[in-house]
Nanobody, 123 residues
Framework: QVQLVESGGGLVQAGGSLRLSCAAS????????IGWFRQAPGRERDFVAA????????YYADSVKGRFTISRDNAKNTAYLQMISLKPEDTAVYYC????????????????WGQGTQVTVSS
């Protein structure tokens, strides 16, 4: 089992920045690829970014490329999502998730989920 807890969400103006954190406990953190997803009201949960367990490989949704950066510190059992140039359409609940095996972008493939943190971007 892997337990995940997100933090760092909040209210920010358009053009602003936030850094989300995902603290993990349980199994060896570096064994698990990490993904960030988001869900806006009335919409499905969308892929944002993912990183392999070692940190070697990263993947981003087109909508966040160049603005969001995923990272992880395996010594601290923590993953991050740095978000800059935020837009109102980035408003959503952001979730981190962990999975076994390969790094992927499909939410159905992720085994462990945090409770989510709200990000609200005002115009």
């Amino acid at each position: 089992q892997v337990q995940l807890v997100e933090s760092g969400g909040g209210l920010v103006q358009a053009g602003g920045s936030l850094r989300l954190s995902c603290a993990a406990s349980g199994r060896t953190f570096s064994n698990y690829p990490i993904g960030w997803f988001r869900q806006a009201p009335g919409r499905e949960r969308d892929f944002v970014a993912a990183m392999s367990g070692s940190g070697t490989f990263t993947y981003y949704a087109d909508s966040v490329k160049g603005r969001f950066t995923i990272s992880r510190d395996n010594a601290k059992n923590t993953a991050y999502l740095q978000m800059i140039s935020l837009k109102p359409e980035d408003t959503a609940v952001y979730y981190c998730a962990a999975k076994r095996g390969y790094t992927g972008s499909l939410s159905k493939d992720y085994d462990y989920w945090g409770q989510g943190t709200q990000v609200t971007v005002s115009s």
